[in-house]
């Protein structure tokens, strides 16, 4: 099993960057495949980006060019980095792990981004 936990979410402006990290504990997440989800109010739960064990990355056409996923096996971390935010990127991000990136076992309790003016 492996615990997730998000951080770096928080309130930005249109054209802002945040980056939100993953610190997993419990088991390596190198041996997974990783994502980012969101889900917005009254919408449902998307994919974000996906990182398979292989180094495939996978992103969502809304975000491609402007969010980049990553991972640091050593620290035992992921991260998000996002440029150029917009307000439809507001919602809760969750860091997951599993076996696939579309079917994830884990999931980390969510961060909120708020992309506001």
């Known amino acids: 099993q492996v615990q997730l936990v998000e951080s770096g979410g928080g309130l930005v402006q249109p054209g802002g960057s945040l980056r939100l990290s993953c610190a997993a504990s419990?088991?390596?997440?190198?041996?997974?495949?990783v994502g980012w989800y969101r889900q917005a109010p009254g919408k449902q739960r998307e994919l974000v980006a996906g990182l398979t064990r292989g180094g495939i990355t996978n992103y969502a056409d809304s975000v491609k060019g402007r969010f980049t996923i990553s991972r640091n096996n050593a620290k035992n971390m992921l991260y998000l980095q996002m440029n150029s935010l917009k307000p439809e990127d507001t919602a809760i991000y969750y860091c997951?792990?599993?076996?696939?990136?579309?079917?994830?076992?884990?999931w980390g309790q969510g961060t909120q981004v708020i992309v506001s003016s």
């Open positions: 997951t792990a599993g076996v696939t990136v579309s079917s994830p076992f884990f």
């Open positions: 419990g088991s390596s997440i190198s041996i997974y495949a």
